[in-house]
């Protein structure tokens, strides 16, 4: 069984950092490309940003939103994704959610999503 | 980067009812357009892949049509477990940016 499981949500300070973790088990982890998504509370889903496999080159591509303030990496032997937050903004405060990407039919789809881990950036 | 925009942003309709979603993207993504149905406090899920293809376990209500720019996203006859909100996304390029969502209520 396919599990992502987020950790390390929270109450964090505006202008403070935050990391995110996601678990991985149930897939061939170090062949699959990873995403996190966030949801502000009431509002809609945005794509935050993707960790390639190390087969596809283990790059990164980020939303222009948090491109100077994101890090998306990933420990292909624990089967972990992470996502580091910096300088947080109260917009910042979201469900983010931990996504596997698999290409079906020539597709990238996020075939799985974690829980979500809520993040509540506030003073 | 892409834009998607998507169509009604809610609507309310009734058990049985053939209800429709269009989604736009900015320039042509051939088929590259997934769909996701989120319901309340719950993680979204792929419910269309492709533009028309579901994945196993997708009831067969549900279908998506289109190429190039404009989508549509169909349920054939509403059942009480569709009401959610669905989302189109584009898979062409990073980012891969989702549209603003339809809620669909009970009528």
């Known amino acids: 069984e396919v599990q992502l499981v987020e950790s390390g949500g929270g109450l964090v300070k505006p202008g403070g950092s935050l990391t995110l973790s996601c678990a991985a088990s149930?897939?061939?982890?170090?062949?699959?490309?990873m995403s996190w998504v966030r949801q502000a509370p009431g509002k809609g889903l945005e794509w935050v940003g993707q960790?390639?496999?190390?087969?596809?080159?283990?790059?990164?591509d980020y939303a222009a939103p948090v491109r100077d303030r994101l890090t998306i990496s990933r420990d292909d032997s624990k089967n972990m994704v992470y996502l580091q937050l910096n300088s947080l903004k109260f917009e910042d405060t979201a469900i983010y959610y931990c996504?596997?990407?698999?290409?079906?039919?020539?597709?990238?789809?996020?075939?799985?999503w974690g829980q979500g881990a809520l993040v509540t950036v506030s003073s | 980067d892409i834009q998607m925009t998507q169509s009604p942003s809610s609507l309310s309709a009734s058990v049985g009812d053939r209800v429709t979603i269009t989604c736009r993207a900015s320039q042509s993504i051939s088929n590259y357009l997934n769909w996701y149905q989120q319901k309340p406090e719950k993680a979204p899920k792929i419910l269309i892949y492709?533009?028309?293809s579901l994945p196993s376990g997708v009831p067969s209500r549900f279908s998506g049509s289109g190429s190039g720019t404009d989508f549509t996203l169909t349920i054939s006859s509403l059942q009480p477990e569709d009401f959610a909100t669905y989302y189109c996304?584009?898979?062409?390029?990073?980012?891969?940016?989702f549209g603003q969502g339809t809620k669909v209520e009970i009528k």
């Open positions: 492709g533009a028309s």
């Open positions: 996304q584009e898979s062409y390029s990073a980012p891969r940016t």
């Open positions: 960790i390639k496999s190390p087969n596809g080159g283990g790059t990164t």
């Open positions: 996504t596997a990407l698999s290409t079906w039919g020539g597709v990238i789809v996020m075939s799985y």
């Open positions: 149930g897939f061939d982890f170090s062949r699959t490309w």
